[in-house]
Structure formats: structure tokens, C-alpha cells
């Protein structure tokens, strides 16, 4: 059971220079049956990140409505947060590895409770959340 980042939803549908590795490691899950997951909070750092690029003009609309159009097609299941489970939990891995943004913390929590393992492509929180014994894979090209 996988918990996918927004970073590795991202990078399915736009250019990344990690997109292939993305998508392959997206077939593969599907092909061996994984259970995707993700908490409620997803979709709206989707949209922080296509709206962010948009405005740079890295992304055209267009090509942003791709991950809207696609987005639940992924299958992954996306999760309330539980205020009295996640919000504490959350906050917590956020002091654990020092990080201002509890947003990421949000994927572990759900992780931990769902007995699974968090997926992303951001390097720096892959390897503090590593280091403090947390299940968290980084994507590697």
C-alpha cells in the first residue's frame, strides 16, 4: 500500500524531467495491485503547484486540465483528516524533522495509520523522514 505525494501526481501528466520514472513506477504499482491512497490535503497541493507554474509560464491551462481531467482516473483513494489522529500525529512528525510546512507530515501520519509507505519526489524530506525511521521512499530518475 502506497500514499502518493502530489509531486509524483504532478509529474505524471506535466514535464518533469522525473515524468518517466514517475509513470513507471505508477504502472508498476497498478500492474502488482498496489492500493494508492493519499490524505485530503492532495489536491489542493496539486493545485498550489499548477497554479504556481501556470503563473510562471512554465505550464500552459491547458496542459494544467490534464492533471484535473486525469486526476481520478489514478484510482487513488484520498482520506479526510481525522483532527484528533492526523492533527496531532502531524504536527508532530513536523517537529521530528523540523519542518515549517506540516503538509507533508500529513502523508506520513496517513501512512503510519494505513500500515504503508509514502512515495515522493522531494529529496530533502525523503531523507530526513528516512533518517528518523519514518516510512518514506524517495522516486529516483
Given amino acids: 500500500m502506497v500514499v502518493v505525494d502530489a509531486g509524483i501526481v504532478v509529474a505524471l501528466f506535466t514535464p518533469d524531467p522525473r515524468q518517466a520514472a514517475?509513470?513507471?513506477?505508477?504502472?508498476?504499482?497498478?500492474?502488482?495491485?498496489?492500493?494508492?491512497?493519499?490524505?485530503?490535503?492532495m489536491?489542493?497541493?496539486?493545485?498550489?503547484?499548477?497554479a504556481r507554474e501556470?503563473?510562471?509560464g512554465a505550464?500552459?491551462?491547458?496542459?494544467?486540465?490534464?492533471?484535473?481531467?486525469?486526476?481520478d482516473a489514478l484510482?487513488?483513494?484520498?482520506?479526510?483528516?481525522?483532527?484528533?489522529?492526523?492533527g496531532p500525529r502531524s504536527l508532530a512528525?513536523?517537529?521530528?524533522l523540523?519542518?515549517?510546512?506540516?503538509t507533508d507530515c500529513a502523508y506520513?501520519?496517513?501512512?503510519?495509520?494505513?500500515?504503508?509507505v509514502v512515495w515522493t519526489l522531494d529529496g530533502p524530506f525523503a531523507h530526513a523522514a528516512t533518517a528518523a525511521g519514518l516510512p518514506v521512499e524517495l522516486l529516483s530518475e
Fill in 98 to 102: 523540523r519542518r515549517r510546512h506540516a
Fill in 75 to 86: 484510482g487513488i483513494t484520498v482520506h479526510p483528516f481525522e483532527a484528533t489522529g492526523d
Fill in 59 to 71: 505550464l500552459t491551462m491547458a496542459e494544467a486540465d490534464v492533471v484535473w481531467t486525469n486526476l
Fill in 108 to 116: 506520513v501520519s496517513l501512512a503510519e495509520r494505513l500500515g504503508g
Fill in 93 to 96: 512528525i513536523a517537529q521530528l
Fill in 22 to 41: 514517475a509513470q513507471a513506477q505508477y504502472r508498476g504499482w497498478v500492474a502488482a495491485g498496489e492500493e494508492r491512497h493519499a490524505p485530503a490535503v
Fill in 54 to 56: 501556470v503563473w510562471a
Fill in 43 to 50: 489536491p489542493y497541493e496539486v493545485m498550489n503547484v499548477l
